[in-house]
């Protein structure tokens, strides 16, 4: 069985290729720049090509993409009957999603509905598959949802605001949370190592971060909430902040509350502490430089308080779980940063989480690993995520009716 999963942005489309009996990549690429110009980046069995070429819409990005499937050049079937489903990431499911569903007429228009969640995500979701159905009308297609796996097994006490019934019931304010392919996968590969499903503490940590408490493979909390700017410091996410702050904000610039949430997303977090970036990447070479200047200084607070905030997560998911088994971080700076995952687990020692930090210093970027220090109560690993293969494993059993 092959699957093609997709994740369409506002003006890109990811994809790649799976044969799912051995859960192997075939293919996978980008189309970026949609209704811009467009760059179309392909790679197989090893080899890559890139090249400008237009692409006006998501449908013209769709047929570049299934056109090098099947090319003679860089093709990895020899036909698109070949691809026996596709699967769609799908950033919110709302309240009304939950589990993965089989696309059809209705499931589109209940996306379509979620679309003031999730403004520029869903709305670009439906572009793909739209797009899909236009080119491949007769594969099943199947949409994946970031939040179910939180909004499924969350109880209420966990996902409800303090607001009033209005707001929920109306309104749908709630905590949705997302990464939830990520932590659903990252917490099944922990249990393997485990060799049970414990209490479980997933960290996901990126530009985009998110904790999330598991236990017994259920989500019991998560760090993100209606949106994903509630929780941890990110790379230009604020994160948690007194909601008066907005009227703060209005006040002294004369701007909309719109225009507050985008500063809270766009220009606050590591950027906003730092003034140099939000790449954690950025922000640690001058941290860990022997340079002497406010800059300086500034890239070494904004390190502080992101783990000082993501502690303070481990803590209370500690508290919500009655222990915890096993810590995981995983996404591109909880794999590939040593120096962080050090900062963040540094002092933690008094609630029985020890890291061993000369196996985390030669650490590998990338590697599986497991990092657990001598005394420690919790064992800690790295575990490289893979959301893709999550979405293409829900395609295949909702395709094979095994999602019941």
């Not at 080119?135 to 939180?150: I, K, M, R």
Request: charged share 25%.
């Amino acid at each position: 069985m092959k699957i093609l999963v997709i994740n369409s942005g506002s003006s890109s489309v990811k994809y790649q290729l799976f044969d799912m009996e051995t859960e192997s990549v075939l293919a996978k690429g980008l189309c970026e720049r949609i209704g811009i110009d467009g760059r179309f980046t392909h790679k197989w069995n090893g080899q890559k090509k890139v090249v400008e070429v237009n692409m006006p819409d998501h449908s013209v990005a769709m047929k570049h993409i299934l056109d090098a499937l099947v090319s003679k050049e860089c093709g990895v079937i020899s036909s698109l009957n070949e691809i026996d489903a596709i699967g769609n990431r799908i950033v919110q499911g709302g309240a009304i999603f939950k589990k993965s569903e089989l696309v059809t007429d209705e499931v589109v228009e209940q996306i379509r509905s979620l679309i003031p969640l999730a403004p520029l995500h869903n709305k670009a979701h439906i572009l793909g598959i739209e797009a899909c159905r236009k080119l491949l009308p007769q594969t099943p297609q199947v949409v994946v949802f970031d939040t179910v796996f939180h909004t499924s097994t969350m109880p209420e006490y966990a996902y409800r605001y303090a607001v009033d019934q209005t707001a929920y019931k109306e309104w749908d304010i709630r905590k949705y949370g997302f990464h939830g392919s990520s932590h659903k996968y990252v917490s099944e590969i922990l249990a393997e190592k485990m060799g049970f499903k414990g209490k479980f503490i997933v960290c996901h940590i990126g530009n985009g971060s998110s904790l999330c408490a598991v236990k017994d493979g259920k989500c019991q909390d998560t760090s993100m909430g209606f949106t994903p700017l509630e929780g941890l410091i990110m790379g230009s996410r604020s994160g948690d902040i007194d909601p008066s702050v907005l009227a703060t904000y209005c006040e002294k610039t004369g701007k909309s509350v719109a225009e507050a949430v985008t500063w809270l997303n766009k220009k606050c977090g590591l950027l906003g502490v730092s003034g140099v970036s939000e790449d954690m990447r950025d922000i640690e070479a001058i941290a860990y430089s022997d340079e002497v200047s406010e800059r300086a200084d500034n890239c070494r607070l904004a390190l502080d308080m992101c783990a000082y905030r993501i502690k303070k997560y481990i803590g209370s998911y500690m508290a919500v779980l009655g222990g915890c088994d096993a810590i995981a971080f995983t996404a591109g700076v909880g794999e590939n940063g040593p120096e962080f995952r050090e900062k963040v687990c540094r002092g933690l020692e008094g609630i029985g989480i020890v890291l061993d930090y000369e196996q985390n210093a030669k650490t590998p970027k990338g590697a599986e690993v497991e990092l657990t220090g001598k005394g420690s109560k919790t064992r800690i690993f790295v575990i490289p995520t893979n959301e893709e293969i999550m979405i293409a494993r829900e395609t295949k059993d909702v395709v094979l009716g095994l999602n019941k």
